[in-house]
């Protein structure tokens, strides 16, 4: 029985850090594009929306990352959480690249 314990820990750690990894590179990269840059294609409004939506997104990963790590990796992430996660993500990459097509 704790063997089986050990490998879903194992099995978790193995799957959800970098995911949890990779929302959050993605969430700062884009966090710091709204922060510094005007994007043109967008309205003031909608680029500000997008930051705190970011913002938001990061302080639930945070917890969320917390969580995992005082758990000593024993809990996993209900789909719920991750897919508005997904999609803001998704958003951004879009929105780079527009960006990077306006600059071309």
């Known amino acids: 029985m704790e063997d089986s314990n050990l490998s879903n820990a194992d099995l978790l750690k193995s799957v959800l850090e970098p995911l949890l990894e990779d929302f959050q590179y993605w969430f700062e990269r884009y966090r710091q594009i709204l922060e510094n840059e005007k994007i043109q294609f967008m309205s003031e409004q909608e680029q500000l929306n997008l930051l705190k939506r970011i913002k938001d997104a990061q302080c639930e990963l945070n917890t969320t990352r ?19 996660w997904h999609q803001l993500v998704t958003e951004c990459w879009s929105v780079g690249m527009r960006l990077g097509q306006s600059k071309e």
């Open 66 to 84: 917390m969580l995992f790590i005082a758990t000593e990796n024993q809990v996993g992430i209900d789909m719920a959480t991750v897919m508005p």
